[in-house]
């Protein structure tokens, strides 16, 4: 049962926008920064944004982040194949004094 | 550029004990302030930090793990290393190393700005 709450899958053809959602609480997300990773299939994952909604280095505008309150969530706007991936949001969580992970969340380009 | 790669066995019997390292170039582990870390995924699951060392040595670790866990620097061959103890099935999962960035040294910033490729550590007889 992971600490931050994603929706398992997500779905879009090529061209569209989706939004991926990502859920804690006052510990974590509600006074912390978020952050987004992206697993591409049998690799490591890969920092997608940072600090709530920085991008670092190499990482196309198409991705964008925001948060609000205790949730945040991940924009891709003109979809293409090569995201489909999954999608990990992370916070840090003061009551647990460390990073916590959503369950992740699966995009399939259709 | 930074780069991390893991080396270790992939193969581990259930109550033995488990030992990565994690080999670190393009940055020297004990400049900056820099927490260096260890990260799990069993297969088809989510991810899972193990814990973290400071350049100081300082490390934390995940509670439910605390007891079996160590962690520590080399700083002459610029690596680091996981041991985890009396290993079970459970345990078995991809182990990633990472390198921790933080916005002005605050730990509400923590994020993982560089990953290893990961080692794939089965546990069984």
């Known amino acids: 049962q992971s600490v931050l709450t994603q929706p398992p899958s997500a779905s879009a053809t090529p061209g569209q926008r989706v939004t991926i959602s990502c859920s804690g609480s006052?510990?974590?997300?509600?006074?912390?920064?978020v952050h987004w990773y992206q697993q591409l299939p049998g690799t490591a994952p890969k920092l997608l944004i940072y600090s709530n909604s920085q991008r670092p280095s190499g990482v196309p505008d198409r991705f964008s982040g925001s948060k609000s309150g205790t949730s945040a969530s991940l924009a891709i706007g003109g979809l293409q194949s090569e995201d489909e991936a999954y999608y990990y949001c992370?916070?840090?969580?003061?009551?647990?004094?460390?990073?916590?992970f959503g369950g992740g969340t699966k995009l399939t380009v259709l | 550029q930074v780069q991390l790669q893991e080396s270790g066995p992939g193969l581990v019997k259930p109550s033995q004990t488990l030992s990565l390292t994690c080999a670190v170039s393009?940055?020297?582990?004990?400049?900056?302030?820099?927490?260096w870390s260890w990260i799990r995924q069993p297969a088809g699951k989510g991810l899972e930090s193990i814990g973290r060392i400071y350049t100081s040595g300082t490390t934390n670790y995940k509670p439910s793990l605390r007891s079996r866990v160590t962690l520590a620097l080399d700083t002459s061959k610029n690596q680091f290393s996981l041991k985890l103890a009396s290993v079970t099935a459970a345990d078995t999962a991809v182990y990633y190393c990472?390198?921790?960035?933080?916005?002005?040294?605050?730990?509400?910033?923590?994020?993982?700005?560089?990953w290893g490729q990961g080692i794939l550590v089965t546990v069984s007889s």
């Open positions: 992370a916070s840090w969580d003061d009551n647990l004094n460390g990073p916590v």
């Open positions: 990472a390198r921790v960035n933080m916005v002005r040294g605050v730990l509400g910033s923590y994020y993982f700005d560089h």
């Open positions: 006052s510990s974590n997300i509600g006074s912390n920064f």
């Open positions: 393009g940055v020297s582990i004990n400049s900056g302030s820099y927490y």
